[in-house]
């Protein structure tokens, strides 16, 4: 990475390019097209021409990645953007149709190639394998379908994008409106909480539509690949060497049995201190002592900067980081109209440096994402430095790893946030308790996923009973839904992984575990974990997921007894706050 001075942070500057022209269009297939034709007619005749042709192939790669992870950086930071659309669009029906066939020619030539066995197979193993495995799902009858479900999956930032509501003469984002759930006033929390609600139910037809033909179009997809459905598609698709469709079920019967009764034990409680004869899905954000919502900054702009302090206190690589971005505008946290829902940390392959994207509100949940993000983006900077793009291309049970053992780590300086300790101290245990809600919540979104395409053939009415039965297994018995039945039937509408990322979800709940590990490491020994953490977030996907984990100080393991160590631990640690 080239780098220049700037008031004493080094930020970084794009390397120049050796087989990409600089003045390179990634917008038309002409100009791309040469380049492929290159890679595919080159004679490989010794190793270090394929690493050579692997280095041009890497770089190639690192440069249209970028242009296509701007494209969609600009159609959800904001939605009616039709430039951004256009370019969107035509990424989706006349580039990548075309890429799909030549990459898929290249992996052959790669795997194919006699030099490919003298690479040296601990840096190569994990990226041999991805490739072997996408050559086998590979069909050409695919290409436009792919085409078209990437188009369809843009729809819903479109449609969620356009939600807002009118509360107290203004005009709020949901994620602004979310706020009033953390009110005391719990009159005010019910009639935000349906104003939002009956919002979203406007758009349930219409989102339920858009699932609908999503499952078809990736149930269409798996077999024509030769799966029996989408989901044992999914799993190969997305790299899951390391644990099968079973084991996930068994993880979540082991979450269930070890987690719900701690979980229905928390919101009990939770009535009892509210003194409520009924908890409603209302009543599960406010603060039950009846203080005020924790507010740890006041804008976007403080949020960075005590996002930067309390990264520099865990190491100074983590704070420059963020300051990097900020300085490079590579940062787009406020919460306003027409911007697509949700938060990502969005990779950028050829310069190296993220973009982190959020709907913040100044609210607690707010400042989890900012360190959560903060921790994916460490990870890029940490990993851009290897030989290939391919090196860089983390599964997500590494990747979130990366976030959410950043969360807990920072954790321990939220006093940057938080100066009264009776806040910091609501803040943490505010915390702890959501890890055990995501554990659980996770399981449901993942079983949910399974029944949807293993029975991909399901009528709406049957898709939501569904959702209600498995909320009994996973969300506590004690919320009341009995007048907001209709809301709880259609609350899988807002998870957005289920419409853009299928399958990205269990990932968290296994990520938890292993990031547990690591600030339990952390209490113990704060600067052989980090040592540990960065050093997991340098391998990028050169390893195998359970020797990733064991460099960061955890294990890859979601048995039973496990779990229950883990949780012991995270009870423990909740006594004491």
């Known amino acids: 990475m080239t780098l220049q001075k700037n008031q004493a942070i080094e930020i970084p500057v794009r390397k120049k390019r050796n087989f990409v022209a600089e003045d390179f269009d990634p917008s038309i297939w002409e100009t791309i097209e040469p380049y492929y034709k290159n890679l595919l007619e080159r004679n490989i005749s010794s190793l270090e021409e394929l690493k050579k042709w692997l280095y041009d192939w890497s770089e190639l790669d690192a440069v249209l990645g ?10 959800t930071i904001d939605t009616s953007d039709e430039k951004a659309k256009a370019a969107l669009v035509n990424q989706y029906t006349n580039i990548y149709p075309k890429l799909s066939v030549q990459m898929n020619l290249l992996d052959k030539k790669f795997v194919s190639c006699p030099f490919t066995n003298e690479l040296d197979q601990a840096v190569f193993f994990t990226t041999i394998r991805k490739v ?27 449609i969620a994008g356009a939600q807002s509501i009118h509360y107290n003469g203004a005009e709020l984002t949901v994620q602004q409106a979310q706020v009033y759930l953390k009110s005391n006033d719990r009159k005010q929390r019910e009639d935000v909480y349906r104003l939002i609600s009956e919002r979203k139910l406007r758009d349930a037809e219409k989102l ?6 999503l499952i078809q179009l990736r149930t269409q997809i798996a077999k024509n690949a030769g799966f029996e459905n989408f989901m044992e598609y999914r799993f190969s698709e997305l790299a899951r060497f390391d644990y099968t469709p079973e084991d996930c079920i068994k993880f979540h019967t082991s979450i269930e049995e070890v987690l719900m009764p701690l979980v229905n034990q928390l919101c009990d409680e939770r009535k009892k201190e509210l003194r409520l004869d009924v908890l409603k899905p209302w009543d599960r954000d406010n603060d039950t002592s009846g203080k005020a919502p924790l507010k740890p900054f006041n804008s976007t702009d403080e949020l960075i900067e005590k996002t930067i302090q309390c990264f520099n206190q865990l190491d100074t690589y983590f704070g420059e980081r963020i300051e990097i971005m900020k300085r490079m505008n590579y940062l787009d946290l406020d919460s306003r109209m027409k911007k697509g829902p949700g938060g990502y940390n969005m990779t950028m392959p050829e310069i190296g440096v993220p973009f982190i994207f959020m709907n913040s509100a100044n609210t607690e949940s707010d400042l989890i994402t900012m360190v959560h993000e903060g921790g994916h983006a460490i990870h890029t900077f940490l990993s851009h430095d290897l030989e290939l793009t391919a090196f860089k291309e983390t599964t997500s049970e590494i990747a979130e790893v990366a976030s959410m053992g950043m969360e807990l780590m920072s954790m321990e300086h939220w006093d940057i946030f938080y100066s009264n300790p009776d806040d910091l101290k609501r803040a943490k245990k505010n915390h702890l308790q959501y890890i055990l809600t995501l554990l659980t919540k996770t399981c449901l979104g993942d079983s949910f996923q399974f029944w949807l395409y293993q029975n991909p053939n399901h009528t709406v009415a049957e898709r939501r009973a569904k959702w209600v039965e498995l909320n009994k297994r996973f969300t506590p018995a004690v919320v009341d839904w009995s007048d907001s039945q209709a809301y709880l039937e259609t609350a899988y509408q807002s998870i957005l992984h289920f419409y853009i990322v299928p399958f990205y979800y269990i990932e968290y709940a296994f990520a938890e575990l292993g990031s547990l590990a690591l600030w339990r490491n952390f209490k113990q020994n704060p600067s052989k974990a980090i040592s540990d953490y960065k050093n997991a977030l340098r391998l990028g996907y050169t390893k195998p997921i359970p020797l990733f984990y064991e460099t960061a100080g955890a294990k890859f393991d979601f048995s039973k007894p496990y779990i229950a160590t883990l949780v012991s631990f995270l009870k423990e640690e909740l006594g004491k706050l």
């Open 132 to 158: 072997k495995k996408s050559l086998e799902l590979f069909r050409d009858e695919n290409i436009p379908l792919q085409s078209q479900l990437q188009m369809k999956q843009s729809n819903f930032d479109q």
């Open 208 to 213: 339920d539509t858009l699932l609908s033909e």
């Open 66 to 75: 970028e242009n296509g992870r701007w494209i969609y950086v600009r159609t």
